[in-house]
């Protein structure tokens, strides 16, 4: 995946596993993104994205598009979306529609 | 973003908010004018932070040793802001920054910043940006910046220019070090770092980096050759005690002042330099050129008096604009 949106153009910080929601939120913070991804395997997304977004709250990123993916159910695609979750690309997702979605959502910062 | 917007990003900066710190550094590395509005400001406030370039090849374990450094300026009560730069890809632009800094701590701690930024392919060199993002870690008021960089291409050399004291990493077991170091390279290390001394081979790259510099060129600093093993911490105070050791010798010889009035000279020229390498482009590719440039394509003409055509247009473009 960070591979695909880096033949896109893209920058991607790649933060390695098992990061806790506050080092996201503080790693998100510093770098300035304009997108998070995260990457669910272990199925505690349920649990997981609650504390990033009250996180992401926390450190003042309104404007950040957070996208999810890896081991997801259907069933719980619209809680997430529910939280913020701008989109959920489950398993067997073309790469490129990823890549598209990502295009197109991201936070436009073009006037400044 | 209007004025207003950007003076209080600028406010909220002063007042120590890392939000706005980031921000701002986002814009001044895109170039927006919200970044040149924070620079006129800000620059001001820059030249108190020290600098320390750490460079070499893919391998050398300068994340590890980035980390030690961190950690160890920490526990010295000062505070470090830090730039880690990869290339960027040449096809597409983009870029994977692999996060190898965050990945090996997790700092909570308010007194490090970390910061990832892509080369963006500057003519193999780093971006434009790095020497104003510097600027602003200063202006923010961090006591120590550290930019880390692979030590590929032109990376190295240019992040010498920025550093008060460059690191040079060596480690053994990379093969010939002595093939490893391209020429050039030796000689913007102030301090060379054997790391991972504690392998087989290290004594060597000692003796080999000794001899190197015995053939070479050095001036009244002989760049000292520091082991550490940055896995374990081991020799870091040592390292770092050099590093107060080199930043004494360039207060006391005169050679800090020389070197940062070369630095801010070659800052501007390379900023004129891309913005005259814009204004170029944007004549090459007026209707005006083209029958040039046709008569360039039949031979009928040779590119040396083509970029003589351009050269003289930029100049009358550039003047008639006052």
């Known amino acids: ?112 | 973003m209007t004025a207003t917007a950007t003076d209080k990003l600028i406010e909220r900066f002063r007042n120590g908010e890392r939000p706005a710190l980031a921000r701002l550094l986002t814009y001044v590395e895109n170039e927006r004018p919200a970044g040149l509005r924070a620079m006129a400001e800000l620059y001001r406030d820059t030249g108190n932070a020290y600098v320390v370039g750490i460079t070499g090849p893919p391998g050398a374990g300068k994340s590890t040793l980035t980390n030690a450094v961190i950690r160890e300026y920490r526990r010295r009560d000062k505070t470090v802001g830090v730039l880690a730069i990869d290339p960027s890809s040449s096809l597409t632009g983009g870029a994977t920054l692999g996060d190898r800094i965050r990945m090996l701590e997790n700092y909570e701690d308010e007194g490090v910043y970390i910061r990832s930024m892509a080369t963006r392919g500057e003519m193999g060199g780093l971006s434009m940006a790095v020497g104003a993002v510097t600027h602003l870690l200063d202006a923010y008021g961090f006591d120590i910046i550290v930019v880390e960089t692979v030590g590929v291409g032109q990376d190295e050399v240019d992040v010498a220019e920025l550093a008060d004291t460059t690191l040079l990493l060596q480690v053994p077991g990379l093969g010939d070090s002595i093939q490893t170091i391209k020429a050039g390279v030796l000689e913007i290390a102030d301090i060379l770092v054997v790391n991972k001394a504690d392998i087989k081979g290290a004594e060597n790259v000692v003796r080999d980096l000794r001899n190197m510099l015995r053939l070479g060129e050095h001036g009244p600093w002989l760049p000292p050759i520091v082991r550490t093993v940055a896995v374990n911490g081991d020799n870091i105070e040592a390292l770092l005690d050099t590093i107060d050791k080199h930043r004494a010798h360039l207060e006391s010889s005169g050679e800090g002042q020389a070197r940062r009035e070369r630095r801010a000279r070659r800052e501007v020229l390379r900023l004129a330099q891309n913005w005259l390498a814009g204004q170029l482009e944007e004549v090459i590719r007026e209707p005006a050129m083209e029958p040039m440039l046709e008569k360039l394509r039949q031979r009928d003409i040779n590119p040396f008096e083509v970029a003589a055509e351009v050269a003289r247009r930029t100049s009358v473009r550039v003047q008639s604009r006052g």
């Open chain 1, 1 to 112: 995946m960070a591979r695909a949106l880096r033949d896109a153009g893209m920058e991607v910080i790649y933060t390695g596993l098992f990061q806790t929601p506050e080092m996201i939120a503080r790693a998100a913070v510093d770098e300035d993104v304009d997108v998070i991804g995260l990457s669910i395997l272990s199925g505690a997304h349920r649990a997981l994205f609650p504390k990033i977004f009250s996180e992401l709250a926390a450190a003042g990123l309104s404007d950040v598009l957070v996208v999810a993916g890896g081991t997801i159910p259907n069933a719980d695609v619209e809680e997430l979306k529910a939280l913020g979750v701008a989109e959920v690309f489950g398993p067997g997702t073309p790469l490129d529609s990823a890549v598209r979605f990502i295009r197109e959502h991201a936070p436009q910062r073009g006037d400044e």
